[in-house]
C-alpha cells in the first residue's frame, strides 16, 4: 500500500520530472531512498515468510492420496512464490537502484 501511494507515484513524477528537463519536487519522505529502504526490509520479509512456506509443505510436494484441492493449493502457491520472487527482483534490482541513481542526479 505505500509503495502504491507513495514510493511508485513520487517515482513517476520524478521520471516525468526528468524527461521534461525539469527538476522534480522535494519529496515528502525526505530521500527516495527511506522508502526504499523499508520496502527493501519488507521484502526481506515476505522473502522469510516464503521459505517458511516452502519448509511446511515440504518444497510444495503433494502428497500421493492429495485431492485436486489440495494439489491446485500447493500448484497456487508454489505460482505465487515465483511470482513474487519475480517482483521482488524486478523492485530491489532495477527499479529502486534506478530511482535512487536518478534522485541523485537531481
Do not use: W
Request: charged share 25%; aromatic share 8%; hydrophobic share 40%.
Amino acid at each position: 500500500m505505500k509503495e502504491e501511494q507513495m514510493l511508485f507515484p513520487y517515482i513517476s513524477l520524478m521520471e516525468e520530472s526528468a524527461l521534461a528537463g525539469e527538476p522534480a519536487p522535494p519529496a515528502m519522505f525526505g530521500t527516495v531512498a527511506n522508502p526504499v529502504r523499508m520496502m527493501m526490509q519488507e521484502h526481506d520479509g515476505a522473502g522469510e515468510a516464503l521459505r517458511s512456506l516452502r519448509s511446511v509443505t515440504s518444497d510444495y510436494k503433494v502428497p500421493e492420496d492429495a485431492c485436486i484441492t489440495y494439489r491446485t493449493l500447493y500448484g497456487a502457491l508454489e505460482g505465487y512464490e515465483a511470482d513474487l520472487h519475480q517482483h521482488i527482483h524486478l523492485e530491489n534490482n532495477i527499479l529502486f537502484p534506478r530511482a535512487i541513481a536518478m534522485e541523485a542526479k537531481r
